[in-house]
């Protein structure tokens, strides 16, 4: 393969834009781009969004921005991979590249989300839950929070030193976008802010969630030398399903991404001075840092505590403010966390805001609830190599899992839980969901029958009433509840017959 260059980069302001069409914010960020590269001729474009058609009503978005770049007769792409597509059609056009297909092309991505009501933005990202575990209640925010717990149970967090871990990074990804005039987000907050922001899934609170944004990022990709080399790209997938994953506390996507990313770049982990991570919910960034080998597992949030993720730290984390205050435009941000690195390694940021050691760098971003997922590698040229590859984490079989029983009344292990306060349309709140293994072998996403506080690790009965899981806590009372329940159940089945 021909090695890989970024030439030119622009973004447009992330934010709230209700005047401003998908396409115009596409044209702002290419133009930018082509502005700022040694030559605004291309041969290709590449277009990433997550899902115009809905947001937007607008199909067929990859002719409709080469249109209005007075680019018609170019071949035009577009590439989908939910909200990891800013990434991955950074992937795709790399490849174009490297093959010899193309020499130069524009690389771009958008979404435009904040016209839409929040119930109908948040019932759009949903669709990229699988069915089963939607049409229980489970937002993305559910299903995050649940990874939460389960990461803060397999690290031994408890609930205060977790909520501070999270509050520090909040923290600090807002004082980051504070100095990025590019962020949604220009204002920081204190932990009192934090900390008197509602739940929205326990224990992810409003400042623990990326925000509903518009915006565009675009880059130039050339085989001719510049001060900026692409030198490793990994993709990586996972079931759609959280419940059927080998693992909850890390996302084994990002791992498989992550290692065909280093040895592509024939380097370690060890060898990055900073990067971009998808912090869509704050426990993603140390998650993520961790399944890329920067940080041990389980002992990510030591980083965070010892400050080692700030812009002056060890090792910066998200120095644009990341999604959780630059803004989270779907199908935009893996795209915007590549500009940022380009802006970093080239010295273009506020003085306030420019990493110390900016040789090589790393984008992380996750795809769905971290089912697609692409690990993308700058380095300036001429960067002496280390040792060479080495990647150290587990990553399972992921070829083959197993379904969901057919029926099921016996005790499990509630392995993760959340209290939903804002749940979906058409269920109650508060809506108490948790992930459940059983003797049998499965996982169950199970509604609890009251909406009670459970602990992590505790013993629950699970049974299923018609399409649905449920659990409890087994006490006499709730198991014969339970039964009582079944046994209304049957009744009416059996009335129903009889009434045939």
Not at 277 to 291: Q, V
Not at 444 to 473: C, H, M, W
Request: proline share 4%; with cysteine.
């Amino acid at each position: 393969m021909r090695e890989v260059f970024v030439d030119g980069v622009g973004m447009t302001k992330f934010g709230k834009f209700p005047d401003r069409s998908l396409v115009d914010l596409m044209v702002e960020a290419s133009q930018r781009a082509l502005q700022d590269s040694t030559s605004d001729s291309v041969e290709a474009i590449f277009v990433g969004c997550q899902n115009p058609e809905e947001f937007t009503s607008e199909a067929n978005i990859a002719v409709n921005v080469a249109d209005a770049l007075g680019m018609a007769g170019l071949p035009a792409y577009r590439v989908e991979t939910a909200s990891s597509s800013g990434a991955s059609v950074l992937e795709a056009a790399f490849y174009a590249v490297a093959s010899g297909r193309f020499n130069r092309v524009l690389v771009v991505a958008g979404e435009k989300m904040t016209h839409l009501p929040t119930p109908r933005v948040t019932k759009i990202l949903a669709e990229v839950i699988e069915r089963y575990e939607r049409n229980s209640g489970a937002s993305m925010v559910a299903l995050a929070a649940m990874v939460t717990q389960a990461y803060a149970h397999f690290a031994g967090l408890k609930r205060s030193r977790l909520e501070h871990v999270l509050c520090k990074i909040a923290v600090k990804n807002h004082r980051n976008g504070a100095m990025n005039p590019f962020a949604q987000f220009q204002r920081q907050i204190t932990e009192d802010e934090y900390f008197n922001s509602r739940i929205i899934s326990y224990p992810l609170r409003l400042y623990d969630c990326a925000p509903i944004t518009d915006g565009a990022a675009a880059l130039v990709l050339t085989n001719q030398r510049t001060d900026v080399k692409i030198s490793g790209v990994g993709h990586g997938t996972d079931t759609i399903a959280v419940r059927h994953r080998a693992y909850l506390h890390h996302f084994n996507a990002a791992r498989i991404a992550a290692r065909e990313a280093f040895k592509m770049a024939n380097r370690a982990p060890e060898e990055v001075h900073f990067a971009e991570l998808h912090d869509a919910f704050t426990c993603f960034e140390i998650i993520g840092a961790e399944d890329i080998g920067l940080f041990e597992e389980g002992k990510g949030w030591k980083a965070v505590e010892r400050g080692d993720t700030e812009i002056d730290g060890k090792f910066p984390i998200n120095p644009s403010g990341g999604l959780k205050s630059r803004g989270h435009p779907v199908g935009a941000s893996g795209l915007a966390q590549a500009v940022e690195i380009v802006w970093q390694m080239r010295a273009m940021v506020s003085k306030e805001r420019q990493v110390k050691r900016n040789d090589v760098a790393l984008l992380h971003s996750i795809g769905g609830m971290s089912n697609n997922n692409v690990v993308v590698i700058f380095e300036k040229p001429g960067v002496p190599l280390g040792k060479g590859f080495s990647f150290n984490r587990e990553i399972s079989d992921v070829s083959k899992h197993r379904g969901d029983p057919i029926r099921v009344g016996e005790f499990g292990i509630l392995d993760a839980y959340t209290v939903l306060n804002v749940p979906p349309e058409g269920f109650p709140s508060p809506l108490v969901l948790g992930l459940v293994s059983v003797p049998s072998g499965h996982r169950i996403l199970a509604r609890a029958l009251n909406p009670v506080q459970f602990k992590v690790g505790e013993r629950v009965f699970v049974s299923k009433e018609e399409d649905t899981f449920y659990f409890v806590r087994p006490n006499a009372l709730e198991k014969a509840m339970l039964s009582a329940r079944r046994t209304l159940r049957k009744l009416k089945l059996s009335l129903k017959w009889r009434m045939r």
